[in-house]
């Protein structure tokens, strides 16, 4: 077998000239469960079998057996290209996560690239939501989300590529040529993956992740590599504008030691100045770096990160939009 190497991301994944691609990580498999510490119960669901787009529920404990919920359409990270809802990083994240904020959630599995370059995970998470969103009249395929989602507090959020995607999902719902039948109340976008073709801040400063960084939207998107692309840059002069921002509160969530961090801020800062009619917040944790609240998440960094998501996801409505 031809052994030489195409292109590669250390740690991440590597293709080779004849065509494998070797996964490097995210590749386990938690089964879905009820689990005993905190009594959130999981499962996994079909959504489209023609392009095996799934999703793994997640349900907390409940008090009452009519109890509604906030819903949140969950996104997860690995750059486009690599994890899955499945694996034991994310199954475990979510279940911290629903636990704490007791919410029910729907952790999106859309395809990977370089096998299904983008727009596919676009295309899958619309289609994921969509079908998410079919339930709103409690006429559904799925019994958890017709007797305990609470569709008047929708929410979309993600890790980095899946923040990425969570935003770019809110932009499409605030088009008005698209129809998604419910308001998405806010988004939450931990440690977004924004980018651009000119170094903000100090991404010129870490030279080996920006280059890195460089590479990364032409190898998961080769129809239009130019990191200008408004769904990778926001702030791209070709891109619409953010005051269409189809949702009406925003929580971005930046580590200092991630090389992202300065896109999350002017990400913020853009949304803020945008004329939007929102509220955006930001909260940035100091001495870590991207994705820091998987390697611990008995942290107390990771619980602040997760108790910040949660007071977003249960706090009331703006009192305009």
């Not at 404990?61 to 996104?75: E, M």
């Not at 008047?152 to 935003?167: P, Y």
Request: glycine share 6%; net charge negative.
């Amino acid at each position: 077998m031809d052994s030489e190497v195409l292109i590669e991301f250390p740690g991440l994944i590597t293709v080779y000239k004849d065509d494998r691609t070797e996964r490097l990580i995210g590749t386990d498999f938690v089964p879905p469960s009820t689990n005993p510490q905190t009594g959130v119960s999981s499962k996994d669901v079909t959504i489209i079998p023609e392009t095996n787009v799934s999703a793994r529920l997640f349900l907390p404990k409940l008090t009452n057996p009519n109890q509604k919920l906030p819903l949140l359409v969950y996104f997860h990270g690995g750059a486009f290209c690599v994890s899955s809802p499945f694996t034991s990083q994310f199954s475990n994240y979510l279940n911290a996560l629903v636990a704490e904020a007791n919410v029910i959630a729907v952790s999106v599995n859309f395809r990977n690239a370089p096998e299904h370059p983008i727009p596919a995970a676009y295309e899958d998470s619309w289609a994921a939501l969509q079908w998410v969103v079919s339930h709103c009249n409690s006429q559904g395929p799925e019994p958890w989300l017709n007797d305990h989602a609470d569709f008047e507090r929708v929410f979309l959020g993600g890790e980095s590529t899946g923040a990425n995607i969570a935003h770019n999902l809110a932009m499409v719902a605030g088009d008005p040529e698209f129809s998604l039948n419910v308001d998405i109340l806010g988004i939450a976008l931990v440690h977004p993956y924004f980018w651009g073709s000119e170094p903000i801040g100090s991404e010129a400063l870490q030279p080996e992740a920006k280059a890195c960084m460089d590479k990364l939207w032409a190898f998961v998107c080769p129809e239009n590599p130019d990191n200008d692309d408004p769904r990778v840059n926001p702030e791209s002069i070709d891109g619409p504008s953010l005051v269409g921002l189809g949702c009406r509160r925003v929580l971005v969530c930046v580590a200092e030691k991630d090389i992202l961090r300065d896109r999350g801020r002017l990400y913020y800062e853009a949304l803020g100045r945008s004329g939007w009619m929102g509220v955006v917040e930001i909260m940035e944790t100091d001495g870590v770096a991207q994705g820091f609240h998987f390697n611990d998440l008995e942290s107390h960094k990771a619980k602040d990160l997760i108790t910040r998501l949660a007071a977003f996801y249960n706090r009331d409505n703006p009192p305009f939009f």
